[in-house]
Nanobody, 114 residues
Framework: HVQLVESGGGSVQAGGSLRLACAAS?????MGWFRQAPGKEREGVAT???????????YYADSVKGRFTISLDNAKNTVYLEMNSLQSEDTALYYC????????WGQGTQVTVS
């Protein structure tokens, strides 16, 4: 298991951008971002395998394709989520998760788009 520390959430106007970061305490096979909006179930946003430099086998939810980019700094065991063209529908608590089955979770960071 790894410990995960997230950063980078905040409030932004619609159309703006934010960058989230998640640092893992050690190597992990998979890392990704999930989110949960009030009254909704948690959903996967973007994930990757860490075996490739910069991350491999990238996955994006349809709702964020073309707007969000997930990337990995292998040396730092840190995954980033660059979020552009943010919409009110992106407002949620964003969680970083890791492990082959995403058993390790961060505390979450709030993203609010108004």
């Amino acid at each position: 298991h790894v410990q995960l520390v997230e950063s980078g959430g905040g409030s932004v106007q619609a159309g703006g951008s934010l960058r989230l970061a998640c640092a893992a305490s050690g190597y992990t096979v998979c890392m990704g971002w999930f989110r949960q909006a009030p009254g909704k179930e948690r959903e996967g946003v973007a994930t990757l395998y860490t075996s490739a430099t910069g991350g491999g086998r990238l996955y994006y939810a349809d709702s964020v394709k073309g707007r969000f980019t997930i990337s990995l700094d292998n040396a730092k065991n840190t995954v980033y989520l660059e979020m552009n063209s943010l919409q009110s529908e992106d407002t949620a608590l964003y969680y970083c998760a890791a492990d082959r089955w995403y058993n390790d979770w961060g505390q979450g960071t709030q993203v609010t788009v108004s």
